[in-house]
């Protein structure tokens, strides 16, 4: 069965860091591409916040996080992860990490990913 658990969600205030994990288990972890995504509220779209390739050395950042986050990749813990920081109170959302076997090319779009986490809160406050 496979799992994705995020973690290090929380309170921060404006222009502080956060750094989340998404750690994966139930599948061979070199095979897939990871992504990040938030819903900002329902019946938004989730927006797509970062992705990394399988290697760690291929990344797509959307643009309102272009600049202040980072995503990385330990293929040897299985996690994956994403630094914010400079954050703002738009970042508020739920943020979700994703698995996708288009390993080499992430894509952008929510459709692209097989496999999602239970999402951990990101609060910003002004």
């Known amino acids: 069965q496979v799992r994705l658990d995020e973690s290090g969600g929380g309170m921060v205030q404006a222009g502080g860091s956060l750094k989340l994990s998404c750690a994966a288990s139930?599948?061979?972890?070199?095979?897939?591409?990871i992504a990040w995504f938030r819903h900002h509220a329902p019946g938004k779209e989730r927006e797509f916040v970062a992705?990394?390739?399988?290697?760690?050395?291929?990344?797509l950042y959307g643009a309102s996080v272009k600049g202040r986050f980072t995503i990385s990749r330990d293929n040897a813990k299985n996690t994956v992860y994403l630094q914010m920081n400079s954050l703002k109170p738009e970042d508020t959302a739920v943020y979700y990490c994703?698995?996708?076997?288009?390993?080499?090319?992430?894509?952008?779009?929510?459709?692209?990913?097989?496999?999602w986490g239970q999402g951990t809160q990101v609060t910003v406050s002004a």
């Open positions: 139930g599948l061979t972890f070199s095979d897939y591409a």
């Open positions: 992705a990394v390739n399988w290697n760690g050395y291929s990344t």
């Open positions: 994703a698995a996708s076997d288009d390993y080499k090319h992430p894509g952008t779009g929510p459709m692209s990913y097989d496999y």
